[in-house]
């Protein structure tokens, strides 16, 4: 594979280096997940700048594991297309090797695209955690993100420590970043997924969760310790299903109505606890 004279491209920030190579653009893909739809008048404007200049800056790519002698595209799918397009039959690429498209590919693709895309919050948000675990700071990200450095911090603290369990639940829908970050103020990590699963099974709203932990006085309830958290649980259980029946109208009405039915004490049957009624 023919080579451009000696140039090596370095990728910004992590001091990997790679040869910058000509590569036959019949034999590249996109890779799974980073591709996107092109804005048409955009594009037109990019395939005008090649058919003139030809591609200033490289693309990046890697071997497809298939042995097929493919390449996967993990940047620039726009300067790619354009060049096939127009009959262009190679294009300079940067070749990285496994080890950094792995663990690069995904950071790649957002510089260059976030911008651009539409997604949800929840996805913008674990994208955001990702890139400051990656090291990336907060200012940088703010800015990428297109938010203020404050928001990146709010973001960034709420997600510190998630469990796959939380993470999993926030993608699924099971949960919102709003009710996340009622959960993440008022219960310890050790305690969310038995509450994550509780309120994912409600349709009760992050407001009157907020107003439901401050009610239950749910921090003295922790303080009693890991004894009682199945108690904690099942008290947490008959608010949310009480809360689910009532008709709606303003958070604090609701609870109020909560108040009224408020159970005076458990029992114990067998290994099974419940609640005892006014």
């Not at 990428?144 to 450095?149: I, T």
């Amino acid at each position: 594979m023919a080579r451009i004279g000696a140039t090596a491209a370095k990728t910004p920030g992590d001091g990997w280096s790679f040869p910058v190579q000509s590569v036959p653009v019949s034999r590249i893909r996109p890779e799974q997940g980073l591709g996107r739809k092109r804005d048409r008048d955009g594009h037109r404007e990019l395939q005008r700048s090649v058919a003139q200049f030809g591609v200033l800056t490289p693309i990046t790519v890697r071997p497809a594991p298939d042995s097929s002698g493919d390449y996967l595209l993990i940047k620039g799918q726009g300067r790619t297309l354009a060049c096939r397009l127009l009959g262009i039959e190679t294009i300079p690429a940067i070749v990285v090797d496994d080890r950094y498209a792995e663990h690069k590919k995904v950071q790649q693709f957002l510089v260059e695209n976030v911008a651009r895309l539409k997604m949800r919050p929840v996805d913008r948000a674990l994208l955001i955690h990702r890139a400051r675990q990656d090291g990336e700071e907060t200012f940088a990200i703010a800015k990428r993100f297109g938010l203020a450095p404050a928001t990146v911090r709010r973001l960034l603290a709420q997600l510190d420590g998630a469990s796959s369990h939380e993470v999993a639940a926030l993608r699924a829908g099971d949960v919102n970043l709003a009710m996340h970050a009622v959960i993440a103020r008022h219960v310890e990590p050790d305690e969310r997924p038995g509450v994550l699963s509780s309120i994912a099974q409600s349709s009760v709203k992050p407001k009157e969760i907020e107003g439901l932990f401050m009610a239950l006085g749910w921090r003295r309830l922790v303080a009693l310790g890991p004894d009682y958290r199945s108690q904690r649980l099942i008290l947490l259980g008959w608010a949310l299903n009480l809360l689910n029946g009532l008709p709606q109208g303003s958070a604090k009405e609701r609870l109020r109505q909560l108040a009224l039915q408020f159970p005076l004490e458990f029992e114990r049957s067998g290994k099974h606890l419940s609640l005892i009624s006014r």
